[in-house]
């Protein structure tokens, strides 16, 4: 199944930050949505994107240098679906708004995350919390939607332990981050502050994984999601990485897997069926390395095309019953890539077209 249009009409909001920018090289040649306006702050708006943007990554691709940035507002912004790499601080108005002008918007934001009728999904682990948009549409009155992505950190985690939770029921888990520097955005962490070092606080990010984890691990009941009765411990660290945030977890289960049935599991597991083959969708979304040493972000970062997550040593635990690690790509598969997806399966489902209908 395909959209029923040849190509969404789509933007950006914050497009000249660094998610901003992921989203802009992402959407590039996007077989299914057509970048058509940008949109930012006050200070940019009203200039061309190419003299707005300081571009960090490769290069500026040619569609957008020449579009005129507009205020992130839905008078200015005429596209039915909005993605959203806005701060916290102005998403939290800035985005009803638009959800009231009846657009879809794919907020990286924490900010509606944990409302109950708002959709929390990384596709391939909770794709069908996506009808709890005819809920939130029901609950607010208005006509378009907001959906969800997860924290960076919590993807990584969640994406790792669904299968596992599907098998064997997840009770506990202490986990520790190794968060790369992307993640403070642009420009982010001082150098001296970071070279060398290791800084063990990342403001908000231990109580967003905290409680994150078990919304996205819940269960859809046709009206609310039930959440998953998992206690997490979370330390999240900033460490002197470029790109990718890894988890090293310590995991109690209701029935204790040995590491060859949970590696079974891990490599078994494909995840809704609705997203493979949609045109972000890894495949496999879950690498396994049997390498005592691996994952590694400088080796396994960009692993299908940055939407991959690298899982390995899986092994037994002292304190709990199974230990492993995780990692993905933070700005890609933890951010503007994973929104992507998630519009991407609104397409193929057919929810678009039904949300976005005049």
Not at 144 to 172: D, Q
Not at 182 to 190: D, L
């Amino acid at each position: 199944m395909t959209p029923s249009v040849t190509r969404w009409p789509v933007a950006v909001l914050g497009a000249t930050g660094a998610v901003g920018q992921a989203f802009i090289r992402l959407l590039d040649a996007h077989p299914w949505f057509d970048l058509v306006e940008v949109a930012a702050s006050e200070r940019s708006a009203g200039k061309s994107y190419r003299d707005a943007a300081k571009w960090l990554e490769g290069t500026m691709p040619a569609g957008v240098a020449s579009l005129v940035v507009k205020h992130c507002t839905p008078e200015e912004i005429s596209a039915p679906i909005v993605f959203s790499a806005l701060d916290s601080g102005v998403a939290g108005e800035v985005e009803p708004a638009f959800a009231r002008a009846g657009r879809m918007v794919l907020s990286n934001a924490k900010n509606y995350r944990m409302d109950a009728d708002v959709p929390l999904v990384i596709p391939e682990v909770n794709g069908d919390h996506l009808a709890l948009l005819d809920v939130q549409r029901a609950n607010r009155g208005w006509t378009g939607g907001i959906v969800t992505n997860a924290n960076c950190a919590t993807t990584v985690m969640a994406a790792a332990l669904a299968p596992l939770h599907e098998a064997f029921t997840v009770t506990k888990v202490f986990a520790t981050t190794m968060q790369a520097v992307s993640g403070a955005g642009y420009p982010g962490v001082p150098s001296l502050d970071i070279l060398g070092n290791v800084i063990p606080f990342i403001n908000d990010e231990e109580p967003k994984i905290e409680t994150e984890l078990v919304k996205l691990l819940g269960r859809f009941d046709g009206t609310t999601v039930q959440y998953a009765d998992i206690v997490t411990s979370a330390h999240a660290n900033r460490v002197p990485v470029e790109h990718g945030h890894t988890v090293c977890m310590s995991v109690a289960f209701a029935r204790k897997p040995t590491p060859e049935e949970a590696l079974e599991a891990l490599r078994n597991w494909t995840g809704t069926d609705a997203v493979r083959g949609l045109p972000s969708a890894p495949e496999p979304s879950l690498i396994i390395r049997d390498e005592p040493d691996r994952p590694q972000p400088r080796r396994d970062v960009n692993r299908g095309r940055g939407m991959a997550t690298t899982v390995g040593r899986v092994r037994a635990d002292h304190l709990f019953d199974l230990r492993l690690v995780a990692m993905s790509h933070n700005v890609v598969r933890g951010a503007a890539g994973g929104s992507i997806l998630n519009a991407e399966l609104l397409a193929k489902t057919g929810q678009l077209a039904r949300y976005l209908a005049p």
